[in-house]
């Protein structure tokens, strides 16, 4: 997936926010400063702001509490470094790469789900440039049918990647779109069909059973489809991206999250609530505004930005 990277200075601009906002915050507390219970207090009250989570910052105080009654911390550059190992050692050992349709199973089917206004069509578009500047040939379903806004942006978005995408009639059933992107797919022999989703109907059972109904439609049309699930979710909204994650994982097997907007929040501590709260693997990040800007997430490489001068 080296496609998929951006260079590591178009990745700490695009984290300019949350490092301002964390490490920045961070900085100027600790600079200069022997740690002591108050300023213990004052950084956690800094990891809860940059939405870490209240859990983890009380166990990441925790643990810079000890180090420090031990003698092994004893100043605020100290802490800061040592938070630094911290956040990067903690990631699980997670697959994040792409899961592909095995030789010869047929096009791989990526199913992509979250709410209106999670950036879902902006990071389809962002994930077929990259699949397709890897010579991948893109199919693209439009099952969001009940809004059409999100149609005409993905037709958009299609003409400038130069991508095929297969739409019905506006109110029409999202799962015979589906249907018909799959045959679609197979017939033209493409390696990689993107199917996206509505984010809301009238009621939260509703959505859920569309998307069942939806995964149940691929599956049948292709073997082993979805091959993955991915979930958008807008970084900018914090904690209540959490509780998105949890409504959809109860109806779908979520296998990767794209965390959207990353560029426009100072919140992106939210990849450290994420990992501890939902054990899903965040698989890429949206970094900027261009189909360009998507990074795939590996941990050690995103902490060096977030805490890079």
């Given at each position: 997936m080296a496609l998929f990277k951006t260079a590591f200075n178009k990745l700490k601009q695009g984290l300019a926010k949350t490092r301002s906002g964390l490490v920045s915050g961070l900085r100027s507390v600790l600079g200069g400063r022997a740690l002591s219970a108050e300023l213990l207090s004052e950084l956690e009250a800094k990891l809860i702001q940059a939405d870490v989570g209240v859990a983890t910052a009380a166990k990441l105080t925790q643990e810079l509490s000890d180090a420090w009654k031990a003698g092994k911390v004893s100043q605020?550059?100290?802490?800061?470094?040592?938070?630094?190992?911290?956040?990067?050692?903690?990631?699980?050992?997670?697959?994040?790469?792409?899961?592909?349709?095995?030789?010869?199973?047929?096009?791989?089917?990526?199913?992509?789900?979250?709410?209106?206004?999670?950036?879902?069509?902006?990071?389809?578009?962002?994930?077929?440039?990259?699949?397709?500047?890897?010579?991948?040939?893109?199919?693209?379903?439009?099952?969001?049918?009940f809004r059409a806004a999100a149609v005409e942006q993905l037709e958009i978005w299609s003409g400038r990647l130069g991508v095929e995408v297969v739409k019905g009639q506006q109110g029409g059933d999202p799962a015979a779109v589906a249907f018909d992107a799959c045959e679609a797919a197979v017939a033209r022999g493409a390696d990689v069909l993107i199917v996206d989703t509505a984010g809301r109907l009238h009621t939260q059972d509703s959505l859920m059973r569309q998307l069942t109904k939806i995964k149940n439609v691929c599956a049948k049309k292709i073997p082993g489809a979805p091959h993955e699930v991915i979930l958008v979710l807008d970084a900018t909204v914090g904690q209540n991206a959490i509780t998105q994650a949890k409504v959809f994982a109860e109806a779908i097997d979520v296998t990767g999250i794209f965390l959207a907007k990353l560029d426009g929040t100072a919140r992106g501590g939210i990849v450290v609530a994420i990992r501890d709260q939902l054990g899903i693997p965040v698989k890429f990040i949206g970094v900027g505004e261009t189909p360009d800007d998507v990074e795939p997430f590996e941990p050690g490489r995103f902490i060096e930005a977030l805490f890079a001068e």
């Open positions: 605020g550059e100290q802490a800061l470094d040592y938070l630094k190992q911290r956040l990067a050692a903690d990631w699980p050992d997670h697959d994040r790469r792409l899961r592909y349709a095995p030789d010869g199973g047929g096009p791989t089917v990526i199913l992509i789900a979250g709410v209106n206004g999670a950036g879902k069509t902006t990071s389809i578009a962002k994930i077929a440039k990259s699949l397709r500047d890897e010579n991948k040939s893109i199919v693209l379903a439009a099952c969001d049918t």
